[in-house]
């Protein structure tokens, strides 16, 4: 038996490598892990919180659904929570959510729904008198961005349901995918450019649809398919499989292939048959999803907080691959971190040739005992980045030694240290030339200040040229300074020096982004840009008021304050503003100047019945007020909900005015009229 100390360290250590794998997988669209690794340390989690219930939270990501809101967009509630569903990778598991639902129905044989899982990202669209009004991502379940303007740039969805104006209200629940070659053809472009490829479909649709531009969006060809519904007024149904009969008279797109199926037996059956198919589909697919077919049986059997109990999805197992693994490199991002990778004898997997594949970390490297010259199984699962799953044991050479990432990195000449309580190592020093290429490769990419003509060519020559030694060389470049490189003549020289000074006018997000703060990617740095408008008032910010910002965790708090303790880093960011002149302001701000609350201060603390403290900030600064996260006597309102703690016993103690929910909306519907 286990320590329990150990176990609770354990528990502790899978929730928050689930929630940063959350976060990566829905905000940054950049999952390290496939699908079948996070669902194991999901499940990891759930037996050892049922055997240890002592240590369970209530929060646990075992109990809510992943939350994908970012900044920039209007929160939305769903009339009905969108929930996940339960996984199962085999046939038993399969067998046995049957047998569950038989007896909490009391029957002996169900109908089935049998559908292809799409790989993409839910959308809940709502239609009024058969128009449509709303387009709403999953979100946290309970309220998602409204993503309206870049979901009515899917050619295929209809704006009006042909036939379906007597449908007071509906909500209707689908996916959306970007297909196979809309993907190829975008990644080609991309590589024309000498940019990075898209990781795979999924990944890219949902940064595609959380853009800010629909313009872009609309570029990027996405497709929808509809598949359920969530709130209905006006109209009824009985059965699951009449869904896509409606949806089809409506003229909604719907999944190409379905099985409404008698038992479990031949539920399977389908499961197989869909695996034959899949892959003719213009969509990615990693599996089936499995409903109950009687809609009032459904709604009998009910949810968990997380989940319906009258579905299921069941996922396809990873495609692998066994190879020889022939050397272990090391990758250097834009961060300075290493990241070892393994270079392999190319192997077919999922229809294309993989030669490298990544092994995320030294721990990771330990805890498989991967070995140079080891015989590895390679996965790649929904076309993520292949990753080395276990060691073929019985094939190891008899000579092999483990791995020693540190020796490796002083053989390699890399002067790093590993971060205290962080499985990454990373270089010294912002001089170190190779970390420093990395840095301005990213600051210059088109994901940060989007310098064209910057590319790690160039950047290669500046840095051992010694024209730029920091970022903020860059700005004090002259055309003449860059004649005497490689393949730079009068016009090319010119062009660089010209879109360089361009970007100093970059909107703030590019800026944080291009800085290569640990933790902080492109959605975070537009979440920070909104919420305080220039990178003064951020790099004034606390713990506090960071923790309290929907899209910033724990890890990413701690990230930018100990960035911003770093004098280095600020004297950098100084002399960026002072020296050269980058503008370091946001468009995305949600403050409105001169609004009806201009010059009020407020503070927000506990729980409100209706409205998260993120959308009631939001309402606020539409308002033109200002929230902070501490109460002082320059305070005007403090609103408070429930358990409310010292900062509602501050404001009394200060005789500060307390407005609950009801009393804030009162406040800015005043506000409204008065205006």
Same mark, same amino acid.
């Given at each position: 038996m286990p320590e329990e100390s150990d176990v609770a360290q354990r528990m502790e250590h899978l929730r928050?490598?689930?929630?940063?794998?959350? &976060?990566? &997988?829905?905000?940054?669209?950049?999952?390290?892990?496939?699908?079948?690794?996070?669902?194991?340390?999901?499940?990891?989690? +759930?037996?050892?919180?049922?055997? &240890?219930?002592?240590? +369970?939270?209530?929060?646990?990501?075992?109990?809510?659904?992943?939350?994908?809101?970012?900044?920039?967009? $209007?929160?939305?509630?769903?009339?009905i929570p969108m929930q996940s569903l339960d996984n199962t990778y085999n046939e038993e598991e399969l067998y046995e959510f049957d047998k569950r639902l038989r007896k909490l129905l009391g029957k002996d044989d169900l109908t089935y729904y049998v559908e292809p899982k799409i790989d993409g990202l839910a959308i809940s669209l709502t239609y009024e008198k058969g128009k449509l009004v709303?387009?709403? @991502?999953?979100?946290?379940?309970?309220?998602?961005?409204?993503?309206? $303007?870049?979901?009515?740039?899917?050619? @295929?969805?209809?704006?009006?349901? /042909?036939?379906?104006?007597?449908?007071?209200?509906?909500?209707?629940?689908?996916e959306i995918y970007m297909t196979r070659w809309e993907f190829e053809r975008i990644n080609k472009e991309r590589e024309e450019q000498e940019l990075p490829r898209f990781m795979n479909p999924r990944n890219l649709a949902s940064g595609t649809l959380k853009q800010l531009d629909p313009k872009v969006v609309a570029r990027r060809k996405l497709e929808i398919v509809c598949y359920g519904v969530? *709130?209905?007024?006006?109209?009824?149904? @009985?059965? #699951?499989? #009449?869904?896509?009969?409606?949806?089809?008279?409506?003229?909604?797109?719907?999944?190409?292939?379905?099985? /409404?199926?008698?038992?479990?037996?031949?539920?399977?059956?389908?499961?197989?048959?869909?695996?034959?198919v899949r892959?003719?589909?213009? &969509?990615?697919?990693?599996?089936?999803?499995?409903?109950?077919?009687?809609?009032?049986?459904?709604?009998?059997?009910?949810?968990?907080?997380?989940?319906?109990?009258?579905?299921?999805?069941?996922?396809? *197992?990873?495609?692998? *691959?066994?190879?020889?693994?022939?050397e272990i490199t090391i990758q250097i991002g834009r961060t300075g971190a290493l990241t070892p990778v393994a270079e392999l004898e190319p192997v077919e997997i999922a229809g294309t040739m993989v030669s490298r594949a990544t092994l995320h970390n030294e721990d990771e490297i330990r805890r498989k005992d991967v070995r140079e010259g080891d015989w590895v199984v390679v996965e790649k699962a929904g076309e993520i980045i292949p990753a080395v799953v276990r060691v073929v044991e019985d094939k190891r050479p008899i000579h092999s030694k483990p791995f020693d990432f540190k020796a490796r990195l002083d053989e390699l000449g890399f002067d790093a240290e590993r971060e205290s309580g962080q499985a990454v190592w990373r270089l010294k020093g912002s001089d170190n030339p190779v970390r420093l290429r990395r840095q301005l490769e990213h600051f210059a990419s088109r994901q940060a200040m989007d310098i064209e003509g910057l590319g790690k060519e160039v950047v290669k020559q500046l840095v051992e040229t010694g024209l730029v030694k920091d970022i903020v060389d860059l700005y004090a470049l002259r055309v003449e300074d860059l004649l005497?490189?490689?393949?730079? *003549?009068?016009?090319? +020289?010119?062009?660089?020096?010209?879109?360089?000074?361009?970007?100093?006018?970059?909107?703030?997000?590019?800026?944080?982004?291009?800085?290569?703060?640990?933790?902080?990617?492109?959605?975070? +740095?537009?979440?920070?840009?909104?919420?305080?408008g220039s990178m003064g008032a951020l790099m004034q910010t606390n713990a506090e008021a960071l923790?309290?910002?929907?899209?910033?965790?724990?890890k990413m708090t701690e990230s930018l304050i100990s960035y911003f303790s770093e004098q280095e880093n600020t004297e950098r960011i100084r002399r960026l503003y002072q020296e050269a002149g980058l503008k370091m302001e946001s468009n995305l701000s949600g403050e409105a100047e001169g609004g009806p609350l201009a010059g009020k201060t407020f503070v927000l603390t506990g729980t409100l019945p209706d409205w998260t403290r993120d959308e009631a900030r939001k309402r606020i600064e539409a $308002?033109?007020?200002?929230?902070?996260?501490?109460?002082?006597?320059?305070t005007d309102f403090v609103v408070a909900g429930e358990s409310a703690g010292s900062k509602l016993k501050k404001a009394r103690d200060l005789g500060l005015q307390v407005l609950d929910e009801a009393g804030l909306r009162e406040l800015l519907e005043s506000s409204d009229r008065s205006d």
């Open positions: 928050k490598e689930i929630e940063r794998h959350e &976060y990566l &997988y829905r905000i940054e669209n950049n999952p390290e892990i496939s699908d079948q690794d996070f669902d194991r340390l999901v499940e990891e989690l +759930a037996r050892l919180e049922e055997e &240890y219930p002592l240590f +369970a939270k209530s929060d646990s990501p075992t109990r809510k659904v992943g939350d994908d809101r970012i900044s920039g967009f $209007a929160t939305v509630r769903h009339r709303r387009a709403v @991502t999953r979100g946290n379940g309970q309220e998602g961005d409204d993503v309206t $303007a870049n979901v009515r740039t899917i050619r @295929t969805l209809p704006e009006t349901l /042909q036939g379906g104006k007597s449908v007071d209200l509906i909500e209707i629940r689908g969530g *709130a209905v007024e006006g109209t009824g149904f @009985t059965r #699951q499989h #009449q869904l896509r009969e409606h949806f089809e008279e409506w003229g909604l797109p719907t999944l190409e292939r379905s099985w /409404q199926v008698e038992g479990i037996d031949a539920v399977w059956e389908a499961i197989q048959e869909l695996d034959q892959g003719d589909f213009s &969509y990615p697919t990693d599996g089936a999803v499995i409903k109950l077919d009687d809609i009032n049986g459904q709604k009998e059997a009910g949810s968990t907080s997380k989940a319906p109990r009258w579905s299921i999805s069941y996922k396809f *197992a990873a495609e692998q *691959a066994e190879t020889r693994l022939r005497g490189l490689e393949k730079f *003549a009068q016009k090319s +020289a010119s062009n660089l020096v010209e879109a360089i000074a361009k970007s100093r006018e970059a909107d703030l997000w590019r800026f944080i982004h291009g800085l290569g703060i640990p933790l902080i990617g492109a959605e975070a +740095a537009k979440v920070l840009a909104a919420r305080f923790n309290e910002i929907s899209g910033i965790g724990p $308002a033109g007020g200002k929230v902070t996260s501490s109460v002082s006597g320059n």
